[in-house]
């Protein structure tokens, strides 16, 4: 069996809801990817530098959703008509469930962005050097993780059928 044939037959053995979170799942992980390599081959000099940030952003933003727009015309071919059948009661609890832990990372994000904006506003030091726009860093490692958290759990509590917590 070829990786084609094994393909074809993980998308038929797989409902498409799953494979729609898969897609979104390797998408997301692939733009945190890209994010955090961009940050961590960066000079000190493009760190401060607005314009290459604003850059680094827009490619972000860029990516996800060309990324997100040719992945669903994909899922779109390959299936029956699911994209606009309507969620059923144990989709819909685990999307909720989905929900719940990435608003809980989102939350804890903002909030550490907002703590360490108020400590860098007043002079604390904590490490030896600074990151310039720390706190936009954090909100976007926050937002991305919460993403993946999001379909992580998802994909999850789909397989293991632990829906009600």
């Given at each position: 069996?070829?990786?084609?044939?094994?393909?074809?037959?993980?998308?038929?053995?797989?409902?498409?809801?799953?494979?729609?979170?898969?897609?979104?799942?390797?998408?997301?992980?692939?733009?945190?990817?890209?994010?955090?390599?961009?940050?961590?081959?960066?000079?000190?000099?493009?760190?401060?530098?607005?314009?290459?940030?604003?850059?680094?952003?827009?490619?972000?933003?860029?990516?996800?959703?060309?990324?997100?727009?040719?992945?669903?015309?994909?899922l779109a071919f390959i299936s029956d008509d699911e994209l606009s059948r309507p969620m059923d009661v144990r989709e819909k609890q685990i999307n909720l469930v989905g929900y719940k832990y990435s608003a809980i990372i989102l939350q804890v994000g903002v909030i550490l962005a907002l703590v360490q904006y108020n400590i860098a506003a007043q002079g604390f030091e904590f490490m030896q050097s600074s990151v310039p726009h720390l706190p936009l860093h954090i909100l976007v490692g926050a937002f991305l993780l919460a993403e993946l958290a999001h379909y992580g759990v998802q994909?999850?509590?789909?397989?293991?059928?632990e829906i009600y917590e």
């Open positions: 069996m070829d990786n084609k044939q094994k393909v074809i037959q993980w998308l038929q053995e797989t409902s498409f809801r799953e494979v729609t979170l898969s897609v979104d799942f390797i998408v997301t992980g692939y733009i945190s990817y890209f994010y955090l390599s961009q940050l961590l081959n960066a000079t000190p000099e493009q760190l401060a530098s607005i314009e290459w940030l604003s850059t680094v952003l827009l490619e972000v933003i860029v990516y996800s959703i060309v990324l997100m727009v040719v992945s669903y015309i994909a994909l999850y509590k789909g397989r293991t059928g």
